[in-house]
């Protein structure tokens, strides 16, 4: 019974974390005349690939390492692991609660889509489409829990919906990963749209 207890909890607290991530992060506790490092491996002793200034902010945090130590983050162009004992979380809530901004984009075809929420304002960016204006539905937005997904419809030039989900995401043309897959549906056409979101300021 205690062995099916500590497996229960150890499920649960996996899924909490899931759920936790992607958050943004500051960086904390390092000296003015010194870096953060970004490692190539979660682990103290691996090659360095970049760095973070003392006090930046911004930083997107996708994933944990298996000891809970090290943050998944993005640099120059590719993907590598931070110390979270120096980066401090800004966010206060979750990607699925309707609040934080984020901006979805993907390749074949190239697109980008910026939603400002909380408010209730989109963009929609395509290569040979130019842009416009959309606006996502008020109210809740509706989410899952298990797995966690969020719904965003909108409507204006083009009616559809967004659907945000946790998991780690490549953009298949640069080695950076991401902590949000998006699926772009719109109303009336039969070809759907994939790519990665991230959380944006």
Not at 66 to 83: K, P
Not at 113 to 118: A, E, K, R, S
Not at 131 to 137: A, I
Request: a negative charge; charged letters at 15%.
């Amino acid at each position: 019974m205690r062995y099916l207890l500590a497996l229960v909890l150890m499920i649960f607290t996996s899924a909490a974390l899931a759920q936790e991530f992607p958050a943004l992060y500051r960086v904390a506790g390092v000296a003015d005349d010194d870096v953060l490092n970004i490692r190539a491996e979660p682990g103290a002793g691996a090659p360095i690939i970049g760095s973070f200034r003392p006090g930046q902010r911004g930083i997107e945090v996708m994933a944990l390492s298996e000891n809970g130590r090290w943050g998944l983050v993005n640099s120059d162009g590719r993907a590598g692991w931070s110390s979270l004992h120096y980066l401090a979380r800004e966010s206060v809530g979750s990607w699925r609660d309707g609040q934080a901004p984020l901006t979805c984009f993907g390749t074949e075809p190239f697109w980008r889509m910026p939603i400002f929420l909380p408010t209730h304002r989109a963009e929609f960016h395509a290569a040979g489409e130019g842009g416009f204006e959309l606006v996502t539905d008020t109210g809740t937005l509706p989410t899952t829990r298990f797995p966690p997904t969020l719904a965003i419809p909108f409507s204006g030039t083009r009616e559809g919906v967004v659907v945000v989900s946790g998991g780690l995401c490549s953009d298949g043309m640069s080695d950076m990963s991401y902590g949000l897959q998006a699926l772009v549906y719109w109303r009336g056409d039969t070809a759907g749209l994939s790519g990665c979101c991230r959380l944006t300021d």
